[in-house]
């Protein structure tokens, strides 16, 4: 089989189990399982900036947030209809991070890493601080009435859990063609050796400002998702620990890989499923996972599949 | 009542806050000016100080100050060897590399406060101080161009509040002296200075390290212990100080420890200031993002110099 072949099997494969599932799996995993594919979306969108472009954000809940929020107080308080403030969704993500992007930027390392922080740190307390139209920590619900997408009410379970596979298929689909591009393989160059690229006549500043955009716009997009499809908008959707989730997703699934970030949200999110019976003190696990990563497995689960079955997995 | 006694009150709760901050920022300037990582778990070090202070004293009956006392002397030291064991197994594994630090110190970040909430459990405990008396403060007043003065309601600080700042200036001077003349000071600046010149010279860079991590928790657990009698120990106090640190290391400039002291009292004092007069969010969001910016604009902070 060819490579490309290959690729197609493998990821067309996925999409196939994971339709199926929504037919087959019991109720209670069912939802889990939409809940995954929405984090997934949001992990993938991390993963293009960190994972291909070799830039670590620590601020990306902001973006997951302004999507969320530019949604919900747009059904909220201008009346729009789902569709429309899905789109509001999008443009706020794009916009905050085109803005984010232009500034941070100029940095490079460590000091890219506390600058997103910072920024999204601003960007919580910003919502908290509106506290009389975001409803701070307490949020606010989504009515049934309000969810209604072309006719498709999203507070059903089957509508939730084919619109969460639409927006998953898509994220993974684009990727997948994103690093067969030439973009892609620029972005790589980059991780690769910055100044070899830029050496070679690239824009550097550019692409990688195109890849916090697009980075961006992903976790908006799943931001949005979030909200609409599971009726809630909340400020802990805009904390660190929203930051920190994509980058120990994709970190255990394998950064810089089109699968890892699907495999590191499901593994993770049974993880701390399985153990939040056991205890309240669930993000220990988190804590545990992320530095027993750093120390054995810097290549996370999918970095180890490359590295020992097939040297040429996407 | 005019301005003037908010005023001086304002700065005397402020100067309380930077003492402490001087502290605990000090001790992530250290850190990272030495080690060149960022020590993201620091706060978690600022509340376990905290959290031990209150178990120390819990345990010793009779007065209160020989708790405080015992607390004062052994917290900072069991932190610190948690913080050294920490960095022997997991920093040194992963060769202090810049980015994975950060990410291994996140994971520390929750598994510190984790259990702490496993054992310590949600709720905010206090600790008694060893001294505290009440000190009203005048105010001079000119009534007819004849100074006079009163003492205003609610004006007044303690004894107590008074003792951490002398407390926290005495350990500042004793880093201080340790840094700039004893030997093992002469170590840390060698190997901030040139990490591999001194590893051809016979110092154990590695030991250093974990002494350099082991202080900069200490000086944080320490910050705490004083700062517990006057706030309760809570398992997610560590995230205000951790910002704060950070703050005042990047507009003192990264890794310079006079500048770390003097932006402390700076945002210290306007932190107490400005809270008094805005809303408290209001000011932690134009502070975070004033950081960001002078990380952007300015990556050397407001006081360093441009590294060649």
């Known amino acids: 089989m060819s490579d490309t072949a290959k690729t197609v099997a493998l990821h067309g494969g996925l999409l196939a189990l994971l339709f199926a599932l929504g037919f087959l799996l019991p109720a209670y995993h069912h939802g889990n399982l939409a809940r995954i594919m929405v984090l997934a979306s949001y992990a993938i969108g991390y993963n293009i900036l960190f994972g291909y472009t070799g830039l670590l954000s620590l601020g990306h809940a902001l973006f997951f947030a302004a999507g969320m929020y530019g949604m919900g107080l747009a059904v909220q308080y201008l009346g729009l209809s789902p569709g429309p403030a899905l789109t509001a969704g999008l443009v706020a993500g794009a916009i905050v991070a085109g803005a984010v992007g232009l500034l941070a930027l100029r940095t490079a390392g460590v000091a890219f890493m506390i600058v997103t922080l910072m920024f999204a740190q601003a960007g919580y307390l910003t919502v908290l601080y509106f506290g009389a139209f975001t409803r701070g920590d307490e949020g606010f619900v989504l009515q049934q009435a309000q969810r209604v997408l072309w006719g498709i009410d999203l507070s059903d379970p089957v509508h939730r859990y084919f619109a969460a596979f639409a927006l998953f298929a898509t994220c993974l689909a684009a990727v997948l063609w994103m690093v067969h591009r030439p973009f892609g393989k620029v972005l790589i160059a980059i991780r690769e050796n910055e100044d070899r690229a830029r050496m070679l006549g690239y824009d550097v500043f550019a692409y990688k400002l195109a890849a916090v955009i697009l980075s961006g716009t992903i976790s908006a997009a799943a931001g949005a998702a979030y909200g609409l499809l599971f009726g809630y908008v909340g400020a802990t959707f805009a904390s660190v620990q929203y930051s920190i989730f994509p980058l120990l997703w994709v970190l255990l699934g394998g950064a810089g890989t089109v699968l890892g970030p699907f495999i590191g949200t499901l593994f993770m999110f049974y993880l701390i499923d399985l153990s939040s019976g056991i205890t309240t003190a669930y993000m220990l696990i988190a804590g545990v996972v992320l530095v027993l990563l750093t120390l054995f497995a810097p290549q996370g689960l999918a970095g180890e599949l490359r590295k020992r079955i097939w040297r040429g997995l996407p | ?308």
Do not use: C
Request: overall charge neutral.
């Open chain 2, 1 to 308: 009542m005019d301005i003037g006694p908010y005023l001086l009150l304002a700065s005397l709760e402020g100067a309380v806050t930077a003492a402490v901050l001087a502290l605990t920022a000090v001790g992530l300037s250290l850190v990272f000016g030495v080690m060149r990582v960022v020590n993201v778990a620091h706060g978690e070090f600022f509340m376990l100080g905290a959290v031990l202070a209150w178990w120390v004293t819990s345990l010793v009956a009779g007065h209160a100050a020989l708790g405080f006392v015992l607390a004062l002397l052994v917290v900072p030291v069991m932190v610190g060897a948690l913080a050294a064991l920490a960095d022997m197994t997991i920093l040194k594994r992963i060769a202090y590399d810049p980015e994975r630090t950060i990410v291994a110190t996140i994971g520390i970040l929750y598994i510190i406060q984790q259990v702490t909430l496993m054992t310590y459990g949600p709720d905010a405990r206090p600790v008694e101080p060893p001294f505290n008396t009440r000190l009203a403060l005048p105010w001079i007043e000119f009534v007819d161009g004849k100074p006079h003065i009163y003492w205003p309601w609610g004006l007044s600080t303690t004894t107590y509040k008074l003792g951490v700042i002398a407390a926290a200036v005495l350990v500042l001077i004793g880093v201080w002296l340790v840094m700039a003349k004893s030997r093992i000071g002469l170590i840390m600046r060698a190997t901030q200075l040139d990490r591999d010149m001194a590893l051809a010279f016979g110092i154990p860079v590695e030991r250093v390290y974990a002494l350099v991590f082991g202080l900069g928790a200490a000086l944080a657990a320490l910050a705490a212990v004083l700062i517990v009698p006057i706030q309760q120990a809570h398992y997610l106090m560590g995230g205000d100080p951790l910002l704060l640190s950070f703050i005042v290391v990047i507009i003192g400039g990264l890794g310079s420890l006079p500048g770390t002291v003097v932006a402390a009292i700076l945002i210290g004092l306007s932190d107490g200031i400005i809270s008094v007069f805005f809303s408290p969010t209001l000011a932690k969001i134009l502070a975070t993002l004033l950081v960001a910016l002078v990380l952007v604009f300015r990556p050397q902070g407001l006081f360093g110099v441009r590294r060649a």
